[in-house]
């Protein structure tokens, strides 16, 4: 039997601190804001209600920061305007689906019931410094502190963020049954505007439908594929032939009919993987998955509880076009994949790559990750010293009580990245908006107590927190190789092709198409440029200068010495040791096919490019140390 779930999307994607929108908004209250909400409405072609972000602003008392992130997460979650816009509208002019937004706001009441006081989620008050890098900006940081009492300080921090995932967990759970309590109010905020004279207590199977914004049917064998909400109640089906018009049935014998189809275990909490072996698969079969490390999860939907690894997934291993990241640590992940939704979430000294994101990506609690991704919108919530290379086609959205985040443009490519920015809906001829990002901020409300889910960091007087972001400085800026095509397969289709991961050749008439997607400010673009040119200069004046081959020898060796350093104290050589590992049982697998004609393949064209200065954390190497930087 088909069973109703609550659809985990608008929690997991949606969540925002209520305290700071709506302090005293109350689901008691919400039948009211609705229909201050329809009075203000329009009706589109299929008869559903819109406003526009004003409207909403004004009937909900929001400052236009407020009205902005609140409206950018609706239009990630709608299920009302999913087509793909060929002119996107103005800011300020998008249609608001007031059932959906009524619905959303319901939702965030939520926060009230599972956010609870955590002094370790914020982090503490200090006195003002330039970064994250200075001393006076270490005694402010709980995790740089962390980091100078070594391993210990940072499992320790690992074991906070797993407690905050275990949190958010449970509390996606409660979100069931919240939803579950509240059923009735969610079918009147489902209905039309009743006319005179009409009949106010029933419901029709297209206003049902309207609750798909917070509820799925499962999969059954009673239900087809995508069955629409009101196929879980017979009654509101049309009759065979199509007269008589649509049925209406009472709003509490719709409540009924749904209660009896209710899933109680449909929100499974996903399980924290620890750091112990003793229970791992063999190393092989990890590496079948993609994954090189000897704890963690992985699967279509999910990479979670990866310690000291590698996990590199193709355009053919997500499917479902929703993945999460959770509790990995000094791990690199490639997610090459055309998505909608991903949520990165209690991680630590990561490099995550992510292909492209058509709707949001949601990185919650994390610490020293860098994350370099493609995406239409990405919410950064209470994260702490992460780099943040973006190429986004609307602002990012900054919540919580971040800190020393680093805002750079999108760095990286691989040769199956248009096609999948394209599949993911995205718009690259946008452009990039990395760099103008919308901090959620209170406002002055006098005489308003904080509620337990008020970040410090949410300033009543409406002041930005301190030290939320910085933007890179462009002699800062560095590529990043991504050693695969980005196809399906383990490796992602395999090694890269040449070009694309010589970043020295920019501007090269030998390069085919648009060397970036998303193109680079002038002042970066000059930058790198100069940095690429700096292997050339260097060539030249050893050439210049006719050194002996006795010193031409001792020369190289000192820069094979320095190179070997710099792999190890960057961690690189562990990515070498992964890719190469992956790459063997790829080989294995195919007969030697795929692996770039005897096991150079990616490994060795990612060390190549990297050595060649080219340094941001890709998988740089084969084993064996490979060539000199000096070489190429």
């Known amino acids: ?166 949190a958010a967990h449970s509390a996606l759970r409660g979100f069931g049954d919240y939803l579950r309590r509240h059923l009735k109010l969610i079918l009147e905020l489902a209905q039309d505007p009743v006319p005179a004279g009409g009949d106010p207590g029933r419901l029709s199977a297209r206003e049902l439908d309207r609750a798909a914004f917070l509820f799925v049917p499962s999969q059954s064998q009673q239900l087809a594929p995508g069955a629409r909400l009101s196929a879980l109640v017979p009654q509101l089906l049309p009759a065979p032939g199509g007269g008589g018009g649509a049925p209406r049935l009472l709003v509490d014998s719709v409540l009924s009919a749904l209660k009896t189809t209710w899933g109680e275990d449909a929100l499974e909490s996903p399980r924290l993987a620890s750091f112990s072996t003793s229970a791992s698969p063999s190393p092989k079969a990890f590496r079948s998955l993609g994954l090189a490390a000897s704890s963690g999860s992985v699967d279509d939907a999910r990479i979670s509880g990866v310690h000291k690894g590698t996990v590199v997934r193709g355009e053919t291993d997500i499917p479902g076009g929703t993945l999460h990241v959770s509790d990995c640590h000094d791990t690199v992940v490639y997610v090459l994949s055309p998505l909608q939704f991903v949520h990165l979430s209690g991680c630590s000294d990561c490099t995550v790559v992510v292909g492209a994101v058509g709707k949001l990506l949601r990185v919650d609690r994390c610490d020293k990750v860098t994350l370099i991704a493609a995406t239409t919108r990405i919410l950064v919530s209470s994260c702490h010293d992460c780099v943040l290379h973006l190429g986004v086609t609307r602002p990012p959205l900054l919540l919580g009580d971040n800190r020393f985040l680093r805002l750079a443009p999108f760095n990286t490519r691989y040769d199956r990245q248009l096609a999948h920015l394209r599949a993911a809906g995205m718009r690259p001829d946008l452009g990039s908006r990395w760099d103008v990002p919308e901090v959620l901020q209170g406002r002055d409300r006098r005489g308003m107590s904080s509620g337990p889910d008020s ?41 890269a092709h040449p070009t694309a991961t010589r970043w020295a050749a920019l501007g090269s008439s030998a390069v085919k198409g648009a060397v970036y997607l998303f193109p680079l400010p002038p002042d970066y673009e000059k930058a790198l440029v100069r940095k690429l040119s700096l292997t050339a200069d260097m060539r030249a004046k050893l050439r210049a200068a006719n050194l002996s081959k006795d010193k031409e020898r001792e020369l190289n060796e000192a820069i094979q010495a320095h190179y070997r350093e710099w792999l190890h104290s960057s961690s690189l050589l562990r990515q070498i040791f992964d890719l190469s590992n992956l790459e063997r049982d790829e080989l294995s697998a195919g007969g030697g096919g795929g692996g770039g004609g005897g096991g150079g393949g990616a490994s060795q064209g990612a060390q190549q490019a990297q050595s060649a200065g080219q340094a941001g954390g890709a998988s740089p190497g084969g084993s064996g140390g490979g060539p000199s930087p000096m070489s190429l």
């Not at 005293?24 to 409405?41: D, N």
């Not at 999913?82 to 103005?90: E, F, H, K, V």
């Open 1 to 166: 039997m088909a069973k109703l779930q609550p659809r985990r999307e608008v929690w997991e994607y949606g969540a925002l601190p209520v305290s700071v929108l709506c302090p005293s908004l109350e689901p008691q209250a919400l039948l009211l804001v609705h229909g201050k909400l329809l009075s203000r409405s329009t009706a589109d072609a299929k008869g559903d209600r819109t406003v526009k972000p004003n409207d909403v602003a004004t009937v909900l008392d929001l400052t236009p920061n407020q009205r902005d992130v609140l409206v950018e997460v609706l239009s990630a979650l709608s299920l009302s305007n999913g087509a793909l816009q060929p002119t996107p509208p103005a800011p300020g002019q998008e249609s608001i689906y007031v059932h959906e937004l009524s619905m959303l706001m319901l939702a965030q009441l939520f926060a009230r019931e599972a956010q609870r006081p955590d002094a370790a989620e914020y982090w503490p008050e200090g006195q003002a410094g330039a970064g994250p890098s200075t001393s006076m900006d270490a005694l402010m940081s709980p995790t740089r502190q962390m980091g100078k009492q070594g391993a210990a300080g940072r499992t320790h921090m690992r074991q906070q963020l797993q407690q905050h995932l275990r």
């Open 455 to 495: 970040p410090r960091a949410f300033s009543l007087s409406g002041a930005a927190p301190r030290h939320t972001f910085t933007l890179m400085p462009p002699d800062e800026f560095l590529p990043y190789v991504v050693p695969f095509q980005g196809g399906a397969g383990v490796l992602a289709g395999g090694p």
